[in-house]
Each structure stands twice: as C-alpha cells, then as structure tokens.
Antibody
Framework: QVHLVQSGAEVKKPGDSVKVSCKAS????????MHWVRQVPGQGLEWMGI????????TYAQRFQGRVTLTRDTSTTTVYMEMSSLRFEDSALYYC??????????????????WGQGTTVTVSS | QSVLTQPPSVSAAPGQKVTISCSGS????????VSWYQQLPGTAPKLLIY???KRPSGIPDRFSGSKSGTSATLGITGLQTGDEADYYC???????????FGGGTKLTVL
C-alpha cells in the first residue's frame, strides 16, 4: 500500500529554518515526482515545488525560489523540504504529494494521487 | 489571487447535481490536463479527477470532469451530505513553469 508519512509539527522563530520530511513506501520511489503544497489555515492550496527523485532535479514556485530546497535520501526513500528565513506568514500546513507520473515524463504536474498527512509549521516569536 | 478562478461557494440539495467551474488561460488549462481535488474538513486533499475526465479507482462515477479550451468543470450528481467539502482544480502552467491551483470552492449540501 502506498503511503507518505511526514514528520511532526514544528515551532520556529522568525528567521529560523525548518526541514520537513516525507517518507514514501509501497512504490518505486524514484519513478514518481513529488510535490510540496502548503495551506495556510482557512485558505486554499498553494503549490511550492516539484522534485524528481530519479535525478534530484527541482522546480520551485517563484515566490519560494531561493528560500525552499527539496532534497532526497534514496536509501530511506525520503524527500525533504527545507525552508529558510521563516516569516510569520509561513505558518501553515505543509503537504507532500506524489504525482501520478514520474520519470521519464516531463517534470510537470499530472495529478497528485497520494498525499501525506501534513506537517504544521508555526512561526512565532 | 489564484491563477485559476473558481467560484467561492456552491450549494445544492441532497440528491441534486452541482457543477463547479475552473477558468484559466492558454498557458495552463489551455495546454495542460486539469485535475480536481476534494478536501474534507480536517483532512488532506484527495484526487477526484485527472487528465480532465478520468477517475482514480475508488472514486464513484457520481463525480465527472470535463474541459473545453481554457475552462474546466467538475460535476457531482446524487449529492450526499458527505460531499460537503472544499474542491480545488489544479494544473501546470507552462509559462510560469509551476503547478497552479484554483482558489477552491466550498460545496454545501443543504
């Protein structure tokens, strides 16, 4: 059974960095793209970036470029999302979501068919 | 301001049909597949429709999708109280080179 299990809630101060993990199981890790999506409480979904576990390539939404880094550990089938220079407005629920497709398709969104449970990041002084 | 435009809310009575629209542009819906997601309160989004009109296994045929040009529509028939949720359209924007979502539509089953 396909699962994405994310790390636990985080509380950070403005200016800190946070690293959220997303452990994949039940499928071939390198064959499917992984997205990160965030949701501020009471608001809609915001796409942050896409990661290709096959070659480590990434594409980020412009507003997160330079502040978000997506990486992987193939040995543990885990994808990481690290965000630096945290601001109060980064307080949100962060999701990893597997794309329906992956290598060798173009690295775009074809539909996110499996989602993690979400990780709450709270930025507070 | 979302790249894709959805109505903030729709409502209908149990058993009835409802449609949710999603409007975009040539760089997103005009040239890429649309997906639809259902987010029940307090849960992660769930894929309902992919490639404009295909349903993942386990999604009942009460849910349907269509796309024409730069607009897409999600249809739900035989409404149930359990369908009360937020619904989002999503696609890829080839000009921005990013994924994009609509702002979401809250469905109320009266």
């Amino acid at each position: 059974q396909v699962h994405l299990v994310q790390s636990g809630a985080e509380v950070k101060k403005p200016g800190d960095s946070v690293k959220v993990s997303c452990k994949a199981s039940g499928y071939s890790f390198t064959n499917y793209f992984m997205h990160w999506v965030r949701q501020v409480p009471g608001q809609g979904l915001e796409w942050m970036g896409i990661f290709n576990p096959n070659d480590g390539s990434t594409t980020y939404a412009q507003r997160f470029q330079g502040r978000v880094t997506l990486t992987r550990d193939t040995s543990t089938t885990t994808v990481y999302m690290e965000m630096s220079s945290l601001r109060f407005e980064d307080s949100a629920l962060y999701y990893c979501a597997r794309d329906r497709l992956g290598y060798p398709h173009d690295t775009i969104s074809y539909g996110m068919d499996v989602w993690g449970q979400g990780t709450t990041v709270t930025v507070s002084s | 301001q979302s790249v894709l435009t959805q109505p903030p809310s729709v409502s209908a009575a149990p058993g009835q049909k409802v449609t949710i629209s999603c409007s975009g542009s040539s760089s997103n819906l005009g040239n890429n597949y649309v997906s639809w997601y259902q987010q029940l309160p307090g849960t992660a989004p769930k894929l309902l429709i992919y490639e404009n009109n295909k349903r993942p296994s386990g999604i009942p045929d009460r849910f349907s999708g269509s796309k024409s040009g730069t607009s897409a529509t999600l249809g739900i028939t035989g409404l149930q109280t359990g369908d009360e949720a937020d619904y989002y359209c999503g696609t890829w924007d080839s000009s921005l080179s990013t994924g994009v979502f609509g702002g979401g539509t809250k469905l109320t089953v009266l």
